[in-house]
C-alpha cells in the first residue's frame, strides 16, 4: 500500500569541507559502523564535496594495508549494500598515522598531517571520533588541546565525538566531564548513544508530536504502564574482559534504555532545536524517582538452547570470572514525578541470551469501563497496547477489541499494523548514518548533553550501589534461551500485571476472551 501523503524533507546543510580523524582507526568499531556509514552517507552524496579522512591508531601498517583490511570487512557480506564505486573513491581520501595515543609527539605529528589536509580541503573544519577505549576518553581529549587542535575560529570549527559508556557510575561520569570541559566547549562535544540513530527511535518523537490522535492520551489519565524491553540472544561473545566490568545495567540502562524512555515520556519541546529538546529529555530523567532495590531484578544466564543452538553459561565464557557475580540481566520499576506520569509505572528489562532478539516499546492503555460486559472477566477482555518495534521488525502496532462475525455479542482482540518495509524502501544501514551527518551539520539533537548524562547515572546509582554491596548468591538464575528470571515475571506479578512475551516476530498476543454478553 502507498503513503497516502507526501513526506516533507528537511535537509540540513553541511559544511563544504570537513576533515574526520579517527581514533582506534584499526578497532571493531571502525570497521563495522564507522566506515560503513560513511559509505553510505558518500554513496547518497551526504558528505562534504571536500573531505578527507585520517586513521590514527598504533598497529603497525600502512594506509594501503588499512585499506584493505577495512575493505575486507566491507565487502564481506553482500548485504551492507557498499558500493565499490564509492568505496574507491571514500578510499582515495583516506591517510593513516601509527601513533601511540599516550604520546605527546603522536599529536604534533597529528598537527602537521592535518596542516597538509586543511590546505587541500581549503577549509579547517575537523572531527575528532574517540572510537576508543573509555579510558582514553579524557587524556586523547588533553592531548588534542595541548596541541592546539581543539581551537576554532570564525571561519572553522572543531567536533568531538565520544563513544559509550561515558563514565561507569555518577562521580565517573562528573569526572570525565569536567575533565573534557576543560578543553572544549559543550557546543563542540557530541556523546554518541548509536540507538538514536534508528530511524523507529527517531519516529517516536514524530508519532507523538505530529499527530493530533496520540498527545491528548499520552497521560496518567488513559496509560496504565509502560514496558521498554532491550533483548538479546547473543551473550558477551569476546567481550568477556569488557562485561565482567560493566554488567548489564551499566551497559545499557543509562544510556540506549534511558534514550528510549526520553522519547516516550518527555514533554513537547518548544521547537526541534538542539537544546530544546535535550532541555526535555533531562527533565525527565531529574523526574526519575530513586530506583529501590526492591523494585530491581537481576540475573546471569546459564547454560541453555538459543535458536536451536547449545551455548554455554556466562562463567564459562571467554575472560569471565568462573565465579563471577555480573548480571548478564536487568530489570526494574521506575516512577517519574511529574504531572504527565504520577503513578504510571514504567518496567524495563534488558538482557543477553534471551530467547529473541528484539527491542520494543509497549504502550498499554487503561481499560474501557466495564457497565456493558458485565459477564466477561475483566482479565478476559482484551488490551489496549501501542507496541512500537525499534528492531528488527521496526513499525508498530495497536491492538484493540472488536466484535466477532455473529448473533452473539463475542469479543475479540485485534491488531492493526504499520511496518516501515511496507510503506518505504529499504536503506543500506548500520546506524550511524544520521549520527554522523548530524555532527558534519553541527545539529546535536541527538547527542547528549552533559547534564543529560549526569542525571541518568543518579537515577541509577542507589541501585548500583545496593547491588555492589550485595552480590547476588543465587546467579546462574536463568538458562539461555528463556525470558529471563523467574524473579522478573514476579516483579510484574505483585503489581497485577504481566510482560509481554519476548519475540521478535510479534510485538503482542492477542486475548481471545469467551463470549462477552451484552447486558
Not at 563544504?16 to 559502523?33: E, Q
Not at 552524496?45 to 575486507?72: N, Y
Not at 455479542?409 to 518505504?424: K, P, Q, T
Not at 509481554?500 to 476472551?513: M, Q, Y
Request: proline letters at 6%; charged letters at 25%; hydrophobic letters at 40%.
Amino acid at each position: 500500500m502507498a503513503p497516502t501523503s507526501r513526506i516533507t524533507n528537511i535537509p540540513k546543510r553541511g559544511p563544504r569541507s570537513a576533515a574526520l580523524v579517527i581514533f582506534g582507526a584499526g578497532g571493531d568499531l571502525t570497521k563495522r559502523l564507522i566506515v560503513p556509514a560513511l559509505c553510505h552517507l558518500a554513496q547518497f552524496d551526504k558528505l562534504p564535496s571536500e573531505f578527507a579522512i585520517i586513521g590514527v591508531d598504533r598497529h603497525d601498517q600502512t594506509a594501503d594495508q588499512w585499506r584493505d583490511d577495512l575493505a575486507a570487512t566491507l565487502f564481506a557480506s553482500p548485504s551492507a549494500g557498499i558500493d565499490r564505486q564509492v568505496w574507491a573513491r571514500l578510499s582515495a581520501r583516506m591517510r593513516y598515522l601509527r601513533g601511540d595515543l599516550t604520546n605527546a609527539e603522536t599529536f604534533t605529528r597529528l598537527a602537521k598531517l592535518l596542516a597538509e589536509q586543511w590546505d587541500e580541503l581549503k577549509g579547517q573544519n575537523t572531527i575528532f571520533y574517540l572510537a576508543i577505549s573509555d579510558q582514553l576518553f579524557g587524556p586523547v581529549v588533553e592531548q588534542l588541546g595541548r596541541a592546539e587542535l581543539t581551537r576554532q575560529s570564525n571561519e572553522s570549527w572543531r567536533r568531538v565525538v565520544i563513544e559509550k559508556p561515558f563514565g561507569h557510575d555518577l562521580a565517573s561520569a562528573q569526572a570525565l566531564n569536567a575533565q573534557i570541559l576543560k578543553i572544549l566547549s559543550e557546543d563542540q562535544i557530541y556523546r554518541i548513544d548509536h540507538f538514536l540513530g534508528k530511524e523507529t527511535v527517531q519516529n517516536i518523537l514524530v508519532l507523538r508530536f505530529a499527530n493530533g490522535i496520540f498527545e491528548p492520551i499520552w497521560n496518567r489519565d488513559h496509560i496504565d504502564h509502560v514496558q521498554i524491553t532491550a533483548a538479546e540472544t547473543l551473550g558477551v561473545e569476546a567481550r568477556g574482559r569488557f562485561y565482567e566490568r560493566t554488567g548489564a545495567l551499566r551497559d545499557m540502562v543509562p544510556n540506549h534504555l534511558f534514550q528510549l524512555l526520553a522519547m516516550i515520556g518527555m514533554e513537547p519541546p518548544i521547537s526541534f532545536d538542539a537544546d530544546a529538546v535535550r532541555a526535555k529529555k533531562t527533565e525527565l530523567f531529574q523526574a526519575i524517582r530513586p530506583i529501590s532495590p526492591k523494585n530491581a531484578v537481576r540475573g546471569q544466564y546459564d547454560a541453555g538452547i538459543v535458536l536451536g543452538r547449545n551455548v554455554v553459561a556466562y562463567r564459562d565464557e571467554p575472560n569471565v570470572d568462573p565465579h563471577s557475580v555480573t548480571e548478564t540481566y536487568a530489570a526494574f520499576k521506575l516512577g517519574i514525578d511529574n504531572w504527565r506520569w504520577a503513578g504510571v509505572p514504567f518496567y524495563l528489562r534488558t538482557g543477553k541470551r534471551l530467547s529473541a532478539r528484539t527491542t520494543e516499546i509497549a504502550v498499554q492503555f487503561r481499560q474501557a469501563p466495564y457497565a456493558l460486559f458485565r459477564d466477561t472477566p475483566v482479565e478476559a477482555l482484551p488490551r489496549n497496547i501501542l507496541t512500537l518495534r525499534i528492531q528488527p521488525d521496526e513499525g508498530l502496532s495497536i491492538s484493540f477489541s472488536a466484535k466477532r462475525p455473529g448473533s452473539e455479542i463475542e469479543i475479540d482482540g485485534v491488531a492493526m499494523d504499520f511496518a516501515y518495509r511496507d510503506y518505504f524502501l529499504p536503506l543500506a544501514t548500520v546506524g550511524y548514518e544520521t549520527l554522523i551527518h548530524d555532527c558534519l551539520a553541527g545539529d546535536a539533537t541527538l547527542f547528549q548533553r552533559a547534564d543529560a548524562v549526569e542525571t541518568s547515572w543518579r537515577a541509577v546509582q542507589d541501585l548500583l550501589d545496593s547491588w555492589a554491596r550485595n552480590p547476588a548468591e543465587d546467579f546462574p538464575n536463568y538458562a539461555a534461551g528463556s525470558a529471563g528470571p523467574d524473579a522478573a515475571e514476579q516483579l510484574l506479578a505483585r503489581d497485577g500485571r504481566a510482560w509481554l512475551p519476548i519475540s521478535a516476530e510479534h510485538p503482542h498476543t492477542v486475548v481471545r476472551p469467551k463470549v462477552a454478553q451484552r447486558n
